[in-house]
């Protein structure tokens, strides 16, 4: 199992800004891709998850309204979007699945920086 | 609170066992998981369901539960152990996970 995630990103306040993290080594569809947050100096913060197989998104509330989660499962691609960003998005941004079990997160990307800065 | 807590830090000398306990605050959970995340670097989940270890995790790595009390043990501690601890649990009334603040094993 591997998920390879883009490189580091630099947006502006108020835009959005998408990440990807290609998944391989395991059928796409059959597990979630969560998202999880870690800002600068910081403990993991669980966003939310997509499920590959039909497209729905559960969110932590806190994350509600200023993210959206998809997958593509014609090449195997979960995208987190970050929408209008602030200075509070300048975070490091993990994709993870749980392949043993669903409520535990067995396989984690690299990670990918994001600095908000104008 | 509502959630799960770790202390900030823990500290022990090298080769000696590290406990690092996460405490569940009103939370309906089935199964405490714990990650190590090194400075830089993606976590590694070394334990789930409070004592079993996925393939490839050293021995050394264990776990126990009592009451509302998880622990991860780490035993023959070296300085490659140095480390951010995470426990997670699965919130079971909003079927999501939660992590602790995570724990900062330092070996001294």
């Known amino acids: 199992v591997h998920l390879v995630q883009s490189t580091a990103e630099v947006g502006k306040p108020g835009a959005t800004l998408r990440i990807s993290c290609q998944a391989s080594?395991?059928?796409?569809?059959?597990?979630?891709i969560h998202w999880v947050k870690q800002a600068p100096g910081k403990g993991l913060e669980w966003m939310g998850l997509?499920?590959?197989?039909?497209?729905?998104?559960i969110f932590a509330e806190k994350f509600r309204d200023t993210v959206t989660m998809t997958a593509d499962t014609s090449t195997d691609t979960a995208y987190l979007d970050l929408n209008s960003l602030t200075s509070d998005d300048t975070a490091v941004f993990f994709c993870?699945?749980?392949?043993?079990?669903?409520?535990?997160?067995?396989?984690w990307g690299q990670g990918t920086l994001v600095t908000v800065s104008s | 609170s509502y959630g799960v807590t770790q202390p900030p830090s823990v500290s022990v000398a090298p080769g000696q066992t590290a406990r690092i306990p996460c405490e569940k605050n009103?939370?309906?959970?089935?199964?405490v998981h714990w990650y190590q995340q090194r400075p830089g670097q993606a976590p590694v989940l070394v334990v789930y369901?409070?004592?079993d270890r996925p393939s490839g995790i050293p021995d050394r790595f264990s776990g126990s539960n009592s009451g509302d009390t998880a622990t991860l043990i780490i035993t023959g501690v070296a300085a490659g152990d140095e480390a951010d601890y995470y426990c997670?649990?699965?919130?079971?009334?909003?079927?999501?996970?939660?992590f602790g603040g995570g724990t900062k094993l330092t070996v001294l």
């Open positions: 993870a699945t749980g392949t043993l079990q669903h409520n535990l997160l067995d396989h």
């Open positions: 080594g395991y059928t796409f569809i059959d597990h979630y």
């Open positions: 997509v499920d590959p197989e039909d497209g729905q998104q």
């Open positions: 009103r939370i309906e959970t089935a199964g």
């Open positions: 369901d409070e004592s």
């Open positions: 997670q649990v699965w919130d079971s009334n909003t079927d999501q996970p939660v």
